[in-house]
Each structure stands twice: as structure tokens, then as C-alpha cells.
């Protein structure tokens, strides 16, 4: 099939190494990953940020996410290159975090994904004793599925919940809110990186 090209514009990359960039623009994301089905355009005069109802994310917020995780733990994890998800992973990776992929079927094969070990679920990760702790849980699931995601990344003490392009779920996010997580919606890393020039976590 003809693939879907992700198209940004006007967007700064300065400070950006230009290899990711380019993979976060140029890849083609076939029309399995356009079930999202979105384009984003970014003004140089307006501010640019995710709404969907009474849900807005915040710049801070995503640039504190972004800055100080280490470690994503990845709900939704695909073998399938033409996956959104398959394509997040990889390019979070080029970035420099370290992405622990979630799927129960592909941990039950015992499957390893982008050189990681798929793990089950969330808990079976943080109880897990080759792995750091999760700063981040990055979730590609539906809407209606995310709020039990939500509430296991605050039982395991995430410090972050970022739900993936078209998953909302504003009682979760208040949940984590109360929890005292960061939480962003209807949003992608891979998006927000250039956007706000940020091309990776900060140095530990």
C-alpha cells in the first residue's frame, strides 16, 4: 500500500541532530499507523498544543517529561514495523531512552523487540530486577482502555503517563494528577522533540 507521510511545518530544529529529525519526518508511516490519521502544523507565531475537550497539555510539562526520563515503559508494543508503536520505539531509542516494550502476547513467545525483552505488563516490569525503574509510561491503547493503564503506572510509581496520539482520558489524567505524575494526551514524543527542541533526555 502507498504509505502516509507525517508532515511538520515550520518547526525549529535547532540543537536537534538532524538524523532524527529526518527519521521523525521523512519515515514513511504506512496506513496501518494513519488509523491516527492526523497532521500536524505548527505556526512560528501561535503556540502549538494538543486539545481535545477540556484537555490541554502543557509545554512545561512536556519538556519536564521529556527532559528527565530515562526509562519508558511502552504499552503496546508491536513486531510490525508498520505499527506506530514499532516506529516510536526504535526512533525513542535513536534519542537515547531506554524503551521496555508491553505486549502479553509477544511475552508469552518470550519475543525480544528492538533489542528489549516484550514484557507482560507493567507490574511484571517494575518487579522485575534487570530493569532501572520507569520514569515514563508511553501508552498506545484506546481510549477506553487507557484509564487501567493510568492506574498501574501510578501502582508501580511512574513519574509520567503519556497518552499516545487520539487517547484521552481526562478522569485518568486526574487521577494521576492526584498521584502527583506529570500526564500529556493526544500527543507523540516523536512530534513534541522538535517541536520544543528537545532531542533527548538530559545527561544524568
Known sequence: ????????????????????????????????????????????????????????NNDEVIRRIMKTTQTIALVGASKNPERASNHVMSTLQEMGYKVIPINPGLAKQNSILHGEKVYESLESVASSTENPSIDMVDIFR??????????????????????????????????????????????CPLIEGPRLRISGPDEK
Not at 17 to 41: Q, V, Y
Not at 172 to 186: E, Q, S
Open 1 to 56: 500500500s502507498t504509505p502516509t507521510y507525517l508532515q511538520l511545518h515550520n518547526v525549529s530544529t535547532d540543537n536537534f541532530p538532524s538524523s532524527i529529525f529526518l527519521s521523525c519526518l521523512c519515515r514513511p508511516f504506512p496506513i496501518h499507523f494513519m488509523k491516527w490519521r492526523f497532521a500536524f502544523a505548527v505556526g512560528n507565531s501561535a503556540r502549538f498544543s494538543s486539545m481535545i475537550g477540556s484537555y490541554q
Open 142 to 187: 484506546r481510549s477506553q482502555d487507557a484509564g487501567q493503564i493510568v492506574d498501574e503506572a501510578i501502582k508501580i510509581g511512574a513519574k509520567s503517563v503519556w497518552l499516545q496520539v487520539g487517547v484521552v482520558d481526562e478522569e485518568a489524567g486526574k487521577r494521576a494528577a492526584k498521584a502527583g505524575l506529570d500526564c500529556v494526551m493526544n500527543a
